[in-house]
């Protein structure tokens, strides 16, 4: 069972930055692909980002790519995603996620193929 807290959102304006950590309780965190989504008040929960288990391939969604990096740090059990230029409709409950399987090859980019999800943490972009 890996456990997973996300931490590092608030209020920000618009074209501000934001850096949200995830942090996992298992040492097994090294061999998980792991991804963040965010839901905002009325809309379907979406990818945003991920990354394969040992940090070699990132994925994002076009909506934030160029903007929103992720990264992890398997030594501190803890996955990062670093937000810049951040617009309104970035605002949402941010959720980091790890994969039902251990080193997985296909990094899943749909909530379907992640099994383990933190409580998330919000992100709120003023205009």
């Known amino acids: 069972q890996v456990q997973l807290v996300e931490s590092g959102g608030g209020l920000v304006q618009a074209g501000g930055s934001l850096r949200l950590s995830c942090a996992a309780s298992e040492r097994t965190f090294s061999t998980y692909n792991m991804g963040w989504f965010r839901q905002a008040p009325g809309k379907e929960r979406e990818f945003v980002a991920a990354i394969d288990w040992n940090g070699g391939r990132t994925y994002y969604a076009d909506s934030v790519k160029g903007r929103f990096t992720i990264s992890r740090d398997n030594a501190k059990n803890t996955v990062y995603l670093q937000m810049n230029g951040l617009m309104p409709e970035d605002t949402a409950v941010y959720c980091c996620?790890?994969?039902?399987?251990?080193?997985?090859?296909?990094?899943?980019?749909?909530?379907?193929?992640?099994?383990?999800w933190g409580q998330g943490t919000q992100v709120t972009v003023s205009s």
């Open positions: 996620a790890a994969d039902t399987l251990r080193y997985r090859v296909i990094v899943q980019t749909t909530a379907a193929g992640y099994r383990y």
